[in-house]
């Protein structure tokens, strides 16, 4: 009865390639959210979307294209990795984009 | 949004009460305090927000001043399983960014034996 989940848990993958991470809420929620955690602990948004339609981008690179299919699904896509994209990218949800935000339990990616 | 200050690290003895403190000497009138906490490698989780009054559920307590520019969360008898970082966040509401969470640099709580 996972509330959020993600996958991969762990990625490793090599410069220039191309990666997916998925993440899927059952709460019913109407907003979706990624964030990037790195190597110094500091937990940034990327992206939220909301039924489907996206809400924020923080001056993420275009490297990086949120998919949204349904309201219950968030997928994000990477172009092109990089070694600074190295970092853990938690998934989160709410009810709407005023209500409080559950995360899911990460995706630790490694880009050699 | 307001930005947070809170103390880098503290410990707390087990069974003991953990009063962690936050500053928010700019908060405005609709934002909100919320608290997450993260326990080593995994996601944040979500333990309590209020506005002005106390509030009070089944993991914490939050008392937030009578001015609102600072709070506290108190984990009233704390395990060894809530040595976490401690995230305080002022959140606005009705906002076109209500929904963005600013995470500082939170409070590394150490709970011991």
């Known amino acids: 009865d996972t509330a959020v989940s993600q996958t991969p848990k762990y990625l490793v993958t090599q410069m220039g390639n191309d990666k997916s991470i998925k993440c899927e809420q059952n709460?019913?929620?109407?907003?979706m959210y990624w964030y990037k955690q790195d190597s110094k602990k500091f937990l940034k948004i990327m992206f939220s979307?909301?039924?489907?339609?996206?809400?924020i981008n923080e001056t993420v690179p275009n490297r990086f294209s949120p998919k949204s299919p349904d309201k219950a699904h968030l997928n994000l896509h990477i172009n092109s990795l990089e070694l600074g994209d190295s970092a853990v990218y938690f998934c989160?949800?709410?009810?709407?984009?005023?209500?409080?935000?559950?995360f899911g339990p990460g995706t630790r990616l490694t880009v050699l | 949004d307001a930005k947070t200050t809170q103390p880098p690290s503290m410990d707390c003895a087990e069974g003991r009460a953990a009063n962690l403190p936050c500053n928010h000497s700019?908060?405005?009138?609709?934002?909100?305090v919320y608290w997450y906490r993260q326990i080593h490698s995994q996601g944040p989780q979500y333990i309590i927000h209020g506005l002005k009054n106390n509030e009070t559920n089944e993991m914490a307590s939050l008392i937030i001043t009578e001015d609102r520019k600072s709070s506290t969360l108190i984990l009233p008898h704390a395990t060894l399983r809530d040595t976490a970082v401690y995230y305080c966040?002022?959140?606005?509401?009705?906002?076109?960014?209500?929904?963005?969470?600013?995470f500082g640099t939170g409070t590394r709580l150490q709970v011991t034996l």
């Open positions: 989160a949800s709410s009810q709407t984009e005023e209500d409080t935000q559950y």
């Open positions: 709460l019913g929620h109407d907003t």
């Open positions: 979307y909301n039924n489907k339609e996206l809400i």
């Open positions: 700019t908060i405005s009138g609709n934002e909100y």
């Open positions: 966040i002022v959140r606005g509401q009705n906002t076109g960014t209500a929904s963005k969470l600013t």
